[in-house]
């Protein structure tokens, strides 16, 4: 299954991130993590559901 989500740079925030420390316009406020991350995060969630 494919999945596309769009973030607005209203959305977005500058900022560090949580997880890596990188410096980026791309942090999640609700997260404080950025988009990389969290799509990683989901990523990982999704595959490792049947585990």
Do not use: A, Q, W
Not at 8 to 16: A, M, N, R, T
Not at 24 to 40: F, L, Q, T
């Amino acid at each position: 299954m494919i999945v596309e989500r769009t973030y607005h740079k209203c959305d977005l925030e500058h900022g560090e991130c949580n997880l890596c420390g990188e410096v980026s316009d791309e942090i999640i406020p609700e997260e404080g993590i950025c988009v990389d991350c969290y799509e990683s995060e989901l990523f990982y969630k999704e595959t490792m559901k049947g585990i």
